[in-house]
């Protein structure tokens, strides 16, 4: 079994920063691609950001040079550092990763959300 457990969302003012933290736990073998999607009410469930094993990364172009993501790979987390937020960033923000785990089985493993709210 795999676990993603994200922690550090909240409300906070437009212009505003927050730091949303995952870490991964169980029987892992190894975490390749880690990071984050959200899903605001009514919408489709969106790619946010994404960074691999070797610390390649991909933004979605509404959150690029406001958004970083970085992980630990010693300690299998995943950080994204929200900075300048926008209302139209409020939304569940749900941690993801794809763990190959001891028995070698490759999963798709999600956390639990994390709501984030922006005020105007």
């Known amino acids: 079994q795999v676990q993603l457990v994200e922690s550090g969302g909240g409300l906070v003012q437009a212009g505003g920063s927050l730091r949303l933290s995952c870490a991964a736990s169980?029987?892992?073998?190894?975490?390749?691609?880690m990071g984050w999607y959200r899903q605001a009410p009514g919408k489709q469930r969106e790619l946010v950001a994404r960074i691999t094993s070797d610390g390649s990364t991909n933004y979605a172009d509404s959150v690029k040079g406001r958004f970083t993501v970085s992980r630990n790979n010693a300690k299998n987390t995943v950080n994204l550092q929200m900075n300048s937020l926008k209302p139209e960033d409020t939304a569940v923000y749900y941690c993801?990763?794809?763990?190959?785990?001891?028995?070698?089985?490759?999963?798709?493993?999600w956390g639990q959300g994390t709501q984030v709210t922006v005020s105007s």
């Open positions: 169980g029987s892992m073998f190894s975490v390749n691609a």
């Open positions: 993801n990763a794809d763990v190959l785990s001891i028995a070698m089985f490759l999963g798709h493993y």
